[in-house]
Each structure stands twice: as C-alpha cells, then as structure tokens.
C-alpha cells in the first residue's frame, strides 16, 4: 500500500460559502493522474452545521499500489509541502 501523509496544519483547506466547498489551492487534486485524491471535511463545524475545514486524502487506498504510480506530481506541486508520499 502506497503511505500517504497529509500534514493539515500545513494545509489549511476554509469551507467557501459560496460554492459549498472548499476552493483554495486544490492543485494536489488537478495534478494527480490518477485522480486519486479528494478533499473531506473535518469535524470542526461553524455556527451553521457547515464543516469549518477539509483534509485532502487518498481513495482506494488499499489498492493504492495498483493505481498510483508514485509520479510524485502532487507532492511536488504542493506550495505547502503538506503531502508526504512513501512506497
Ligand atoms: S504520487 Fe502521483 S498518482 Fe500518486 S497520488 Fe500523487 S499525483 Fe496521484
Ligand atoms: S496542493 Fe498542498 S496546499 Fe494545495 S490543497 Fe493540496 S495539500 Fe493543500
């Protein structure tokens, strides 16, 4: 299984009102060939019920081996260096 490593202190992802998503950055998802990485909210919630912020996170992790190649793409285009990758 491929590791994949978020660091959420280094990647602050706000909930936009607007689109009823986050909209910042978002490049790890552009990037990734595979289209293997998401965002989700985390369980802190504003005074509306809406989630306050998001985690970037890796589907299919269990076959993760078979679909991603490690092109390392997402984490080099990470401007925080929030995403650690390990085979
Ligand atoms: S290493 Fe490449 S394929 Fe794997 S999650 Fe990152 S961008 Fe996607
Ligand atoms: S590229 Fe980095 S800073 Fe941008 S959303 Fe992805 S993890 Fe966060």
Redesign the pocket.
Known sequence: MVKFQ?DPS????PYDANELR?T??????D?CPASL?M?RPLKEKDEFGAPKFFE?HMIFKAYSKKFCPDCLK?VD???????KIKI
């Open positions: 978020f280094k990647c602050i992802l986050p910042k950055c978002l490049k790890c998802l990037v990485l965002f970037i997402c285009i990470c401007p925080e260096q929030a995403i």
